[in-house]
């Protein structure tokens, strides 16, 4: 079943996010990575640093964590204050290098063709969106034999709902 069968709209550049219609609301969201060669990476991140925290790692890193033919390179979730539209508009604003408290998927920024990245999502309600975000993690895990690129772990779990 396609992202869009699933209920996924967007399919935007990063670049495009301030101009989109983005839900306020609890979601799921994917980095889509049109082309399915092997990427070049960039030597350093252009993404916004933490304190005490470089966004940048070592290309070898980054080769042993593609997943070859996958366009999927990051899911991700918008959960209780942090609805879909903050959520998403953080991540773009950190890929600009600014601090805007999203590292979660950062290896995306290292991506030399990352401006041609696209954004998609949905919202969720039942189940909660840690729920839906590591179900869909797992599904890309069972196709793939991997994480998603830039996950690094099989999603958290952050809700209060039973």
Do not use: C
Request: charged share 15%; hydrophobic share 40%.
């Amino acid at each position: 079943m396609t992202l869009a069968e699933r209920g996924f709209v967007g399919f935007v550049p990063f670049a495009n996010l301030p101009r989109s219609t983005i839900p306020a609301g609890e979601g799921i969201y994917v980095v889509l990575r049109p082309a399915i060669s092997h990427p070049v990476f960039l030597a350093r991140s252009p993404a916004g640093h933490r304190t005490g925290h470089s966004p940048t790692t070592t290309t070898a890193t980054l080769n042993s964590a593609w997943v070859p033919g996958a366009t999927v390179v990051y899911v991700g979730k918008a959960a209780g204050r942090q609805g879909l539209s903050k959520r998403l508009n953080a991540y773009r604003r950190q890929g600009q290098g600014r601090n805007a408290g999203h590292s979660g998927g950062e290896y995306i920024w290292q991506l030399a063709d990352s401006d041609t990245l696209l954004v998609a999502w949905r919202t969720v309600a039942d189940p909660p969106a840690d729920q839906a975000e590591r179900k869909l993690i797992a599904e890309f895990t069972a196709l793939h034999g991997a994480l998603p690129f830039a996950n690094r772990n099989r999603g958290s779990s952050i809700s209060k709902k039973p």
